[in-house]
């Protein structure tokens, strides 16, 4: 049954990729974003969007100066994308989320998140919420922040990465189903160390940079160990890292 999906988020990394996800399976896709004439904070062009919508796919990111930034962006776009699709009779709601958010109360993103995660599960519209894990280009995202003088500091994480292709296709697979709550959690299909993949990620894009393993103000030692890998019972996607490094996916 073909259904018409809106994507809020769509020009991002994840949300360009689950619109098309949801194309290519015929689904009539709703691009929601800033660029595109809707804003979520403001909430021009949310009613006309929304208009005979079935399934909301929430993809947004956002990045935060502190804490009470990322709370107050991630609350206010929440709540008036929700209102928005209480008004228009949206049926199921998808949130993108994270695995570990509730176990890391420094993160100024994350604390955005739970806010996020709050709102979406205390709204009447029904609900999934999918926690994936890092994705595969974390570490160059990582290195990219951090980057000064050819020298990037990168917290010593251990992850266990999901090619961003892998969580489109998952989203879109869950917007097509009916709601679940929380899912459990999203993960590649194996644990990786942050700084070896920003080396390898580094190296196969011909990129010269000197990396140092330390603890900072993007994620300190409170991240150490299995705090950000997946639970027991996790759904495991396909793409392994050095398939998405070789262009795979």
Not at 121 to 139: G, L
Not at 193 to 220: E, F, N, Q, Y
Not at 229 to 240: H, N, V, Y
Request: net charge negative; proline share 6%.
């Amino acid at each position: 049954m073909t259904m018409r999906i809106a994507v809020a988020g769509a020009t991002g990394n994840i949300g360009a990729r689950t619109a098309g996800a949801l194309e290519r399976a015929a689904h009539e896709v709703v691009r929601i974003s800033r660029s595109l004439g809707v804003d979520l904070i403001s909430g021009d062009g949310l009613d006309a969007a929304l208009r005979g919508v079935d399934v909301v796919v929430d993809a947004t990111s956002y990045e935060a100066a502190d804490r009470d930034d990322a709370v107050a962006y991630f609350g206010t776009a929440t709540r008036n994308l929700l209102a928005a699709e209480q008004r228009a009779g949206v049926r199921h709601h998808v949130l993108l989320s994270i695995v570990g958010i509730d176990r890391l109360e420094g993160n100024a993103h994350y604390a955005g998140k739970r806010e996020q995660e709050r709102l979406v599960a205390e709204s009447p519209v029904p609900w999934t919420i999918v926690p994936f894990t890092q994705f595969h280009d974390f570490a160059a995202t990582v290195t990219s922040w951090t980057e000064e003088d050819g020298v990037a500091p990168i917290p010593p994480l251990l992850v266990q990465p999901i090619a961003p292709a892998d969580v489109a296709d998952i989203l879109a697979e869950t917007a097509t189903g009916t709601p679940r709550g929380r899912h459990r959690d999203v993960a590649g299909p194996e644990p990786q160390d942050l700084v070896d993949m920003a080396r390898r990620t580094c190296d196969a894009r011909g990129h010269t940079v000197k990396l140092v393993p330390t603890w900072s103000s993007i994620l300190g030692p409170e991240a150490a160990g299995n705090i950000l890998l997946p639970g027991e019972d996790a759904r495991i996607a396909p793409t392994t890292f050095d398939e998405w490094l070789a262009g795979a996916r």
